[in-house]
């Protein structure tokens, strides 16, 4: 088999979004790191309870479940706290994530797709990826669909924007760069192309993976999914 991985990202109202729903439509494998996000901060999981802990019942809703625009508003002008955050769910969602790389393996997948907003910012899962692509568009256009998107002042998009690393900057760091800001029939095509390039590609990533998982101290797991495929 070979399969290998590809890391997604953008900034904020980039349009990483369209350049995903022409993944999914082209049949490509894609993780999203959003929606595990999500998915791991539900009430009946471990993270929930510690977030709770640490940041207090305020930040619930009526129903139980998490506020993410309070929540997200805490972190925003609080450094401290986003890091807080950040250590309380990253480790659930890698696990996550690795469980769906490993079934898009045994399915035999060429690659598969990881979206991740904050690749590049966080750029600890950047050495586990073959290639990685940016969903890049202008600044004006940035601000302008954020403003647009979020209902927001261009003080508080631009907040927003300067709270992640430049588009500008993000570029120097990809592999490959598609560009958002003229039409959808434009991003398209660009997508189109790098899906056959990725899918002629024969690079072998299957060790490097099972050698991230280790480093990130998913080896408990690793190993008792091995059990599994060699009985």
Not at 139 to 149: A, I, V, Y
Not at 202 to 226: I, K, N, P, Q, S
Request: charged share 25%; hydrophobic share 45%.
């Amino acid at each position: 088999s070979t399969m290998f991985l590809v890391g997604l990202s953008g900034g904020i109202a980039s349009g990483k979004s369209t350049v995903v729903a022409v993944l999914r439509e082209l049949g490509c494998a894609v993780i999203d790191a959003d929606v595990i996000a999500r998915e791991v901060v539900q009430p009946h999981f471990e993270a929930y309870r510690r977030i709770v802990r640490y940041f207090g019942s305020e930040i619930l809703l009526e129903n139980g479940e998490i506020n993410r625009e309070a929540l997200g508003n805490i972190i925003f002008s609080h450094p401290e706290k986003r890091q807080l955050l950040n250590s309380i769910t990253h480790p659930e969602i890698q696990k996550e994530m690795l469980k769906q790389i490993l079934k898009y393996f045994v399915l035999g997948y060429r690659y598969v797709i990881l979206d991740i907003p904050l690749l590049f910012e966080t750029n600890r899962l950047t050495k586990f990826m073959k290639y990685t692509v940016l969903v890049y568009c202008d600044p004006p256009t940035q601000l302008s669909r954020l403003m647009k998107r979020n209902g927001l002042s261009q003080a508080e998009a631009e907040a927003r924007i300067a709270s992640q690393l430049p588009l500008d900057e993000k570029c120097k760091l990809a592999t490959h760069i598609i560009n958002n800001s003229g039409d959808w029939e434009s991003t398209r095509r660009q997508v189109l192309r790098l899906h056959a390039r990725l899918e002629d590609s024969l690079d072998f990533l299957w060790v490097r993976l099972v050698a991230g998982t280790v480093v990130a101290g998913l080896g408990g797991l690793v190993y008792l999914l091995l059990r599994h495929f060699i009985s």
